[in-house]
T-cell receptor, first 109, second 115 residues
Framework: GQNIDQPTEMTATEGAIVQINCTYQ??????LFWYQQHAGEAPTFLSY??LDGLEEKGRFSSFLSRSKGYSYLLLKELQMKDSASYLC??????????WGAGTKLIIKP | SQTIHQWPATLVQPVGSPLSLECTVE??????LYWYRQAAGRGLQLLFY??????ISSEVPQNLSASRPQDRQFILSSKKLLLSDSGFYLC??????????????FGPGTRLTVL
């Protein structure tokens, strides 16, 4: 079967750095997506990786290793507004998105 | 730019009542459209997707149905709601396959409570 694993919850301190991991087993691979979802709101697109390596977008970076079936989202200089759930999703060979359950990130002052 | 609308924002319905949720997209043509449900504290569950007018694929057998009467309109319906239908319903769109990254963009969602 297809599976996306990510930690259920993480806690970090304002101003610090946090890394949210995602491992996947899917039927084929056509890219990996990270979304941010604040409580009660819709997910918003953060990043897309289809080749191995690191993609940087301001305070957020996303890394992909296709051979290891592994990705991480790195958040730097954490702010209180970064408190949210972070969803990892993989597009399989049928161009369907397989979603992880999300990681709830709690930022403490 | 593209925008996606959903209504209503919140809905409280009795068990056994019908349902109709609407989603419309602006600023793009021939989008792929999706209906998801998210139960409290859970991940996204794909319910239906559509690659064109009148073309609906169902991912989960249940008492819900979807229709796409126009290119940029997607409707989620039920004849009789169950308690288990409660959740956060999200509509999303993505570009037609082959025209760029297949990023899905979400509407604001409808929070449905079935009592």
């Amino acid at each position: 079967g297809q599976n996306i694993d990510q930690p259920t919850e993480m806690t970090a301190t304002e101003g610090a750095i946090v890394q949210i991991n995602c491992t996947y087993q899917t039927s084929g691979f056509n890219g990996l997506f990270w979304y941010q979802q604040h409580a009660g709101e819709a997910p918003t697109f953060l990043s897309y990786n289809v080749l191995d390596g690191l993609e940087e977008k301001g305070r957020f970076s996303s890394f992909l290793s296709r051979s290891k079936g592994y990705s991480y989202l790195l958040l730097k200089e954490l702010q209180m507004k970064d408190s949210a759930s972070y969803l990892c999703a993989v597009m399989d060979s049928n161009y369907q998105l397989i979603w992880g359950a999300g990681t709830k990130l709690i930022i403490k002052p | 730019s593209q925008t996606i609308h959903q209504w209503p924002a919140t809905l409280v319905q009795p068990v056994g009542s019908p349902l109709s949720l609407e989603c419309t997209v602006e600023g793009t043509s021939n989008p792929n459209l999706y209906w998801y449900r998210q139960a409290a504290g859970r991940g996204l569950q794909l319910l239906f997707y559509s690659v064109g007018i009148g073309q609906i694929s169902s991912e989960v057998p249940q008492n819900l149905s979807a229709s796409r009467p126009q290119d940029r309109q997607f409707i989620l319906s039920s004849k009789k709601l169950l308690l288990s239908d409660s959740g956060f319903y999200l509509c999303a769109w993505s570009p037609t396959i082959g025209t760029g990254p297949d990023t899905q963009y979400f509407g604001p969602g409808t929070r449905l409570t079935v009592l």
